[in-house]
C-alpha cells in the first residue's frame, strides 16, 4: 500500500514557479514508479510527468516539456513537480499517482492505469 499526500499548490501569475510535493507512506514507495497528472475544471484528468524507480527515466506530456520537472528523493519518500513559466492553461488540480510496475512504459500512464492516488492539490495560474 502506498498513501500520497500532495502539497504545494496555490495562486500564481503567469510566468511565475510554483514546486508540488507528494509526501509518500507506504514501504512500496522506492519500487513504484511515480507521476503527476491534473484536471482542468470540466476536462478530464490528464497526464503531466512520470518517473522511474531509480530516478533515471521521465516522461512529460508535450504541453509541459521544457517547464516542468519531475524528480524523486527516495529517502524523504517524496516526488516532486517544479513548475515553471507557467501559463493560466496550467490551472488545474494536480494529482500525484503511484504506480508498481515491472516495466516503465510512457503508454501506460493513463489514468485507469495507476494503482494509486492521492487527493489533489490545486494550482491556480492568473493572466
Known amino acids: 500500500q502506498v498513501q500520497l499526500v500532495e502539497s504545494g499548490g496555490g495562486l500564481v501569475q503567469a510566468g511565475g514557479s510554483l514546486r508540488l510535493s507528494c509526501a509518500a507512506s507506504?514501504?512500496?514507495?522506492?519500487?513504484?514508479?511515480m507521476g503527476w497528472f491534473r484536471q482542468a475544471p470540466g476536462k478530464e484528468r490528464e497526464f503531466v510527468a512520470a518517473?522511474?524507480?531509480?530516478?533515471?527515466?521521465?516522461y512529460y506530456a508535450d504541453s509541459v516539456k521544457g517547464r516542468f520537472t519531475i524528480s524523486r528523493d527516495n529517502a524523504k519518500n517524496t516526488v516532486y513537480l517544479q513548475m515553471s513559466s507557467l501559463k493560466p492553461e496550467d490551472t488545474a488540480v494536480y494529482y500525484c499517482?503511484?504506480?508498481?510496475?515491472?516495466?516503465?512504459?510512457?503508454?501506460?500512464?493513463?489514468?485507469?492505469?495507476?494503482?494509486?492516488w492521492g487527493k489533489g492539490t490545486l494550482v491556480t495560474v492568473s493572466s
Open positions: 499517482a503511484a504506480k508498481q510496475t515491472q516495466s516503465f512504459v510512457r503508454r501506460h500512464w493513463y489514468p485507469d492505469a495507476m494503482d494509486y
Open positions: 507506504g514501504r512500496t514507495f522506492s519500487s513504484s514508479a
Open positions: 518517473i522511474s524507480w531509480s530516478d533515471a527515466i521521465t
